[in-house]
């Protein structure tokens, strides 16, 4: 049996980088972005006002109140043809160019319109509420590194400088397939002795957070023609995902009917808890994760190997699962001789991450995982952790 450290790296060694494609802005959301971006435009392009009020001189509005003829008025997207002369101003609206002469707005709250004049009662600063051509970007100025992964953020800056498409990572076509003659999809009712598809839903939930939208390929049941014939519909992906089946009861058949089918194992069971019986094996450019059924070790399974393959497919420099390091607020045990993730609770104080077990009855307590925020790793070697101690841990969460 491997250790977690060779199972991951035998994972990513067979994992390969998926060519990038020029993508719409639109459909770039998670994917990693393959080119620096340059901004071609100043940003604003022009001066323009930041606020709705009128464009003064603020030399005019020293004294106040402020008694100003008002020239007209300038709309957002137009220009206004004339320079202001001492005593004049401009009704401007937000977003409109600054008229020539002018160096400041007034807001409309602070006015009262006298026919063609104008009663300011505030005075504004040289270049009070004016946003400066140029100030948020420079032309030829770098704005986005290559090598990050495209969020809401990142698509309004390129939005901003006017860019419809963007070189980036090819998206990963990912299946799920769980198997089990007791599990039930959703929407059926549960008879005797079965349980509720709970890996499917938490698989894809899982896919679309990392930004990718899963093929559901359905639940199978426990026999060779069955699993052969799903599994072969999902060997056009790049991953599949398949749960339950790989441990060592009669009817764990996904080892043996992926060999039959001439699949190649590159390894089964991995010096972890929980999650030991993992089976990972590759066909062309496919790879395959056999997963063992309970939902806590499908869920650090994604967290520790799936993710990090995903991540490399696309390109991500975030291609090994992020742990950091966090205290333990308690005394634990942990039985030797095998990696150990625990659930934990994690909390943030003053820049460092506190850790507190959860009470769990094991990988088939979700209630448990859904009161955790990330899994504690405790080394094969190491079984009595003191309170106060380090120990790494990774989170799915934003803490
Ligand atoms: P297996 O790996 O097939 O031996 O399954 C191990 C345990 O996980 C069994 O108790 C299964 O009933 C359970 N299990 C398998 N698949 C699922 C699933 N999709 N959702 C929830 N529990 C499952
Ligand atoms: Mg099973």
């Known amino acids: 049996m491997i250790e977690f450290e060779e199972a991951l790296s035998m994972i990513l060694k067979n994992t390969g980088i998926l060519p990038a494609e020029e993508v719409p802005l639109d459909g770039s959301m998670g994917r990693v972005l393959k080119e620096d971006a340059y901004s071609g435009i100043e940003m604003p392009p022009f001066d323009k006002s930041a606020v ?22 300038i709309q957002a997207g137009e220009a206004f043809g004339r320079r202001l002369a001492r005593g004049e101003c401009v009704k401007i609206m937000t977003g409109a160019p600054m008229p020539k002469g002018a160096d400041s707005v007034v807001m409309v709250e602070d006015s009262r319109q006298q026919g063609k004049y104008v009663e300011l009662s505030r005075s504004a600063e040289k270049g009070e509420n004016v946003c400066f051509k140029g100030e948020d970007l420079k032309k030829r100025q770098k704005v986005l590194q290559k090598g990050i992964r495209i969020s809401p953020s990142h698509v309004a800056v390129l939005a901003t400088i006017g860019i419809p498409s963007v070189k980036a990572s090819g998206r990963p076509r990912v299946a799920i397939l769980n198997t089990g003659g007791e599990i039930v999809p959703l929407g059926k009712k549960l008879g005797r002795n079965k349980i509720y598809n709970s890996n499917g839903p938490m698989l894809s939930a899982l896919l679309k957070a990392d930004g990718i939208e899963p093929r559901f390929l359905g639940i199978a049941k426990d026999n060779v023609r069955d699993l052969k014939k799903e599994i072969r519909r999902g060997l056009d992906t790049d991953i599949l995902l398949i749960s339950g089946g790989v441990s060592m009861g009669d009817y764990d058949l996904i080892p043996s009917v992926l060999e039959g089918m001439g699949i190649k194992k590159i390894f089964h069971k991995v010096n972890i808890k929980p999650g030991k019986p993992l089976f990972f094996a590759r066909r062309k450019n496919t790879i395959i994760f056999g997963i063992p ?7 650090l399974a994604y967290l520790i190997f799936v993710r990090p393959a995903l991540n490399k497919m696309r390109g991500c420099q975030c291609g090994k699962p992020g742990f950091k390091e966090g205290v333990i607020e308690t005394g634990f045990h942990s039985k030797l001789g095998r990696k150990h993730f625990v659930l934990v609770e ?54």
Do not use: Q
């Not at 106040?64 to 008025?73: D, K, N, Q, S, V």
């Open 52 to 73: 709705d009020g009128y464009a003064v001189k603020s030399s005019d509005v020293k004294k106040i109140p402020a008694r100003l003829r008002c020239l007209g008025l």
């Open 293 to 299: 059924g309970n939902p806590v070790s499908n869920f």
């Open 346 to 399: 994690v909390l943030k104080r003053e820049n460092r991450y506190y850790l507190t077990p959860v009470t769990s009855h094991g990988s088939a307590d979700v209630l448990a995982l859904s009161k955790a925020d990330g899994f504690m790793a405790i080394g094969p070697h190491t079984g009595v952790i003191k309170k106060g101690s380090k120990v790494g841990f990774i989170t799915w969460k934003k803490i």
